[in-house]
């Protein structure tokens, strides 16, 4: 069996392996501002929820997570599910999971931009949201990219997870292809993809940072 | 004309009275320092007149506007969009610059006034002209990352000045500084003085408060214990006033 004939094999499911990579990015990215935004918030009831959430997140497997998500509506609610709803159900499930972990993200970023430059804004006439769009937003992005780039190149990996509900995933094919043939190259070639595509998401992010290098804070 | 009036003036931090019953007034033109030793309340005395503190009680004012008014005990603000009016007059130099590190130096002076309304065109002749007057214009295009502290409280004054504030504010500008660079800043505050700008100056530079101020309040454990002239109050027999000026001076 040569590599090619492996990576023609698997290559439906490095189609689905990037697919859950862009789709969680793009889902999880936005809702993580919007948690951390909440969590931040004066309000204290929603705040503790949103950290009983990040708690929740943060605390037990991501392959339980797709797996309750996964079933849920048939246990809880008593819907058939649809095969449709497994791939819906990985989405869903890992955007939440990473949503949380970019919102502590977030966090450390909004911590540490000094109280000052909200005072500054203030004193010169911005009202909170051109504060927070002009001046700290700004400021967080760079500071948060390198714990950000490290979260994403988790995630390439983690798809791989995606296999407890049987989603047909790039990992999943591997393994089913090696042992049917009784062999480690098509976990080998796996690995190989794994490497390429964050040795590409580790030069995207250091692209992005480099922008960002025109100032220090 | 009455810029800024401030009557009876309270505050504490949880139950904790850092300023304890503080009036003061500035006339147009005029220039009050606010001296005093560490913990006295002048930096929340000043972040009070520039609400970026609540106040617990008493009156501010400014050019007959209340921006609050004590009520029944308790410190009733203006609406935010009379606030939002009021703030328009005031300007505020902090210890630390607090220059927006990602803007150029001559954005840090554009951007506010854009925010204020002003066309591009404008914000820019304004503040190429503030950059000028301050020596500041080769640096236009640097990031304040680059400057020294001097520069920095330098293009902070112009951002400040840019909007064009009926009252400066200054909270120790020059503690951040050496020597040097005090005296670069101290030059740039004295010429403003000479254009008549009404300012607030929280300062430990006795030698600068005395020279520059037509009032100075001296500041201790939340009350004006002293006030006056700089030539009366430099020649106070009040023995705390004395040993503190002279310790500075010596």
């Known amino acids: 069996m040569s590599l090619v004939t492996v990576f023609t094999q698997l290559m439906g499911g490095m189609g689905i392996t990037v697919a859950i990579f862009l789709l969680t990015l793009l889902f999880s990215m936005p809702l993580g501002m919007l948690v951390v ?53 990985v989405i869903i499930a890992f955007s939440l999971n990473y949503a949380a972990y970019f919102a502590e993200i977030y966090r450390s970023g909004f911590k540490s931009v000094p109280h000052g430059q909200y005072e500054a804004a203030n004193v010169l006439g911005y009202n909170r949201s051109q504060t927070f769009f002009h001046i700290i937003l700004p400021q967080v992005i760079k500071r948060v990219l390198p714990p950000v780039t490290n979260e994403v190149i988790t995630l390439v990996k983690d798809t791989s997870l995606a296999f407890a509900i049987a989603t047909a995933e790039m990992f999943t094919i591997a393994k089913q292809i090696s042992a049917k043939e009784a062999s480690l190259m098509p976990l080998m070639a796996a690995g190989l993809f794994y490497y390429i595509f964050n040795a590409l998401v580790a030069w995207g992010c250091a692209w992005i940072e480099k922008k960002y290098d025109y100032y220090r804070i | 004309m009455k810029i800024l009036e401030m009557n009876h003036i309270k505050k504490s931090f949880d139950g904790v009275g850092v300023i304890s019953d503080i009036s003061l007034s500035v006339n147009e033109g005029e220039v009050l320092s606010i001296i005093g030793p560490s913990g006295s309340g002048k930096s929340t005395l000043l972040r009070c007149a520039t609400m970026l503190e609540r106040m617990d009680g008493g ?16 410190c009733v603000y203006a609406s935010q969009q009379d606030l939002k009016e009021i703030k328009r007059n005031i300007g505020l130099v902090f210890q630390n610059f607090n220059l927006f590190p990602h803007y150029s130096v001559l954005k840090n002076i554009v951007a506010p006034q854009l925010i204020a309304g002003k066309t591009k065109e404008n914000a820019e002749s304004r503040a190429m002209e503030l950059l000028k007057s301050l020596g500041l214009t080769d640096h236009r295009d640097k990031y304040p990352c680059q400057l020294s502290g001097g520069q ?36 740039v505050i004295k010429e403003l003085a000479s254009q008549h700008m009404t300012m607030v100056i929280v300062t430990h530079e006795m030698e600068f408060a005395r020279e520059l101020s037509d009032w100075i309040i001296f500041m201790e454990n939340g009350y004006i214990q002293a006030e006056g002239t700089p030539k009366d109050l430099f020649s106070t027999d009040n023995a705390r006033v004395q040993s503190f000026v002279g310790k500075l001076r010596a």
């Open chain 2, 59 to 74: 009156d501010l004012v400014y050019l007959g506007r209340y921006a609050a008014r004590e009520e029944d005990g308790r």
């Open chain 1, 37 to 89: 935004l909440l969590r931040m918030s004066a309000n204290k009831v929603v705040s503790a929820i949103m950290m009983v959430y990040i708690s929740i997140m943060r605390g037990t497997p991501l392959m339980l997570q797709i797996i309750v998500i996964y079933f849920a509506p048939y246990y809880v609610f008593h819907i058939n599910i649809s095969s449709s709803y497994r791939f819906i159900a």
């Open chain 2, 152 to 187: 920095q409280q330098r293009v902070s004054i112009a951002r400040a000045l840019a909007l064009d504030p009926q009252i400066l504010f200054f909270d120790e500008p020059t503690s951040a500084l050496d020597p040097e660079l005090t005296a670069e800043v101290l030059r």
